[in-house]
C-alpha cells in the first residue's frame, strides 16, 4: 500500500511560477515509475510527466521547457517545477506512482493561473 500527499498549489498569475510536492509513504526508490497528471474541469486527466525506475523522464509537449521533474530520495518527495504558468495550465494536479503493477494516486491539488 501506498500514500501520496500532494501540495504546493495555489492562485498564481500568468508567467508565474509554483512548486508542487508529492511526499510518499514509502522509498520512492521502490517505484516503477513517478509522475505528475493533471485534469481540467470537463476533461480528461492527462500525463504532465514522468520519471520512470532507469531515470529516465516523459514530459507532455505543452509543458516542455517550462516544467521539470525532480525528486528528493532522503525525503521520499518527488516535486514539479512549473515556470511560466499560463492559464491553460489550470487544473488539479495529481502525483502518481506505479509499485508492484499497482497506481496509486493523490488526492489532488489545485493550481489556477489567472490575472
Known amino acids: 500500500q501506498v500514500q501520496l500527499v500532494e501540495s504546493g498549489g495555489g492562485l498564481v498569475q500568468p508567467g508565474g511560477s509554483l512548486r508542487l510536492s508529492c511526499a510518499a509513504s514509502r522509498s520512492i526508490f521502490s517505484f516503477n515509475a513517478m509522475g505528475w497528471y493533471r485534469q481540467a474541469p470537463g476533461k480528461q486527466r492527462d500525463l504532465v510527466a514522468i520519471?520512470?525506475?532507469?531515470?529516465?523522464?516523459t514530459y507532455a509537449d505543452s509543458v516542455k521547457g517550462r516544467f521539470t521533474i525532480s525528486r528528493d530520495g532522503a525525503k521520499n518527495t518527488m516535486y514539479l517545477q512549473m515556470n511560466n504558468l499560463k492559464p491553460e495550465d489550470t487544473a488539479v494536479y495529481y502525483c502518481?506512482?506505479?509499485?508492484?503493477?499497482?497506481?496509486?494516486w493523490g488526492q489532488g491539488t489545485q493550481v489556477t493561473v489567472s490575472s
Open positions: 520519471r520512470s525506475r532507469d531515470a529516465s523522464t
Open positions: 502518481n506512482a506505479l509499485f508492484l503493477d499497482n497506481n496509486y
